[in-house]
């Protein structure tokens, strides 16, 4: 089993928030994320996925068809948005990193899951310094 990983880049805006909160409490809880007039990140996405190579083509997966799964599902509906208005998957959720991991794995494995390889984890950084991963529920594609 070998692991491949792809990036992608992605600008959003969003706002950290709970609609029943002062803006005083979320600015506690959320900081700046919280600012009621929005602002945005530049988001790194890393999706890795794992299989056996290909005899004839030596790949896991090639990249060029898991960057287009990635853009069709995930970055065109993220990026240059807002998340909190516009982003389809992510509507009556708070957009936070951990939130953003865990639907992007929704949106992606069927199609992930359609091909040769097996989804195994979706890391979104929102800054240098703050990052979540989701390794889904575990699940062991037959060969
Ligand atoms: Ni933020």
Redesign the pocket.
Known sequence: MVHITRRERFSAA???YVKEWSDAENYNV?G??S?PNW???NYVLHVTVKGVPNKKTGFVENLKVLSKILKNKVISQLDHKNINLETPFMKGII?STENLALKIWQEIEPEINATNCTLHCVKVS?TENNSAEYYGVFFEKNA
């Open positions: 969003h706002r950290l959320f700046a994320c600012n602002h945005g990140h957009p929102e």
